[in-house]
T-cell receptor, first 115, second 113 residues
Framework: NAGVMQNPRHLVRRRGQEARLRCSPM?????VYWYRQLPEEGLKFMVY????????ESGMPKERFSAEFPKEGPSILRIQQVVRGDSAAYFC?????????????FGPGTRLLVL | AQSVTQLGSHVSVSEGALVLLRCNYS??????LFWYVQYPNQGLQLLLK??????LVKGINGFEAEFKKSETSFHLTKPSAHMSDAAEYFC???????????FGKGTHLIIQP
């Protein structure tokens, strides 16, 4: 059973470009979470999605950031007009169900560098 | 609101010595608590979790943690450190209807030979 997959693993963008990060959850998981990890910091929750629905985006910056989880295909975190402060590691996690004690399984992350 | 405090951003122990990583949480409801480990340039791997079934939780790689409600703590321990334990360790809490995990800032564990 493959784990959570993320690509690309590393992404370099210049200021003003767009970044697209992809996440394929574990087989059988329909709940996807995105987190951001800044240097020397813990992970910060960004958004929680189920298929075709954004359930909780309370941690998403109000501008330039968006996420989707279409019926087919991976979840996408999109950052428009990137700035240097967007440089971070972005992790995706998935879980099999809704229960609060459900374990979230993390992917290897995408490390975004904005020049 | 929930929060997690990990005391000590860096902890150094000798190989074979006891490992103790501290985690205190704040939650208005009974929480679910997790410890994750992160090796360099990798994702997070679950070590163990507390879900109210038992206060002493055993995890992988010889780690365990004890939930102490009176102290709002969930410290991680391992009797004998191994060089392969060198990594970043994160404590996290979930509960009260929050969808995401709330993480501490992490503790970098250094193992001295």
């Amino acid at each position: 059973n493959a784990g959570v997959m993320q690509n690309p693993r590393h992404l370099v963008r210049r200021r003003g470009q767009e970044a697209r990060l992809r996440c394929s959850p574990m087989k059988g998981h329909s709940h996807v979470y995105w987190y951001r990890q800044l240097p020397e910091e813990g992970l910060k929750f960004m958004v929680y999605l189920q298929k075709e629905n954004i359930i909780d985006e309370s941690g998403m910056p109000k501008e330039r950031f968006s996420a989707e989880f279409p019926k087919e295909g991976p979840s996408i975190l999109r950052i428009q007009q990137v700035v240097r402060g967007d440089s971070a590691a972005y992790f995706c996690a998935s879980s099999p169900g809704l229960a609060e004690q459900e374990t979230q399984y993390f992917g290897p992350g995408t490390r975004l560098l904005v020049l | 609101a929930q929060s997690v405090t990990q005391l000590g951003s860096h902890v150094s122990v000798s190989e074979g010595a006891l490992v103790l990583l501290r985690c205190n949480y704040s939650s208005s409801v009974p929480p679910y608590l997790f410890w994750y480990v992160q090796y360099p340039n990798q994702g997070l791997q679950l070590l163990l979790k507390y879900t109210s079934a038992a206060t002493l939780v055993k995890g992988i790689n010889g780690f365990e943690a004890e939930f102490k409600k009176s102290e709002t703590s969930f410290h991680l321990t391992k009797p004998s450190a191994h060089m392969s334990d060198a990594a970043e360790y994160f404590c996290a809490v979930k509960g009260g209807g929050a969808d995401g995990l709330t993480f501490g800032k992490g503790t970098h564990l250094i193992i001295q030979p």
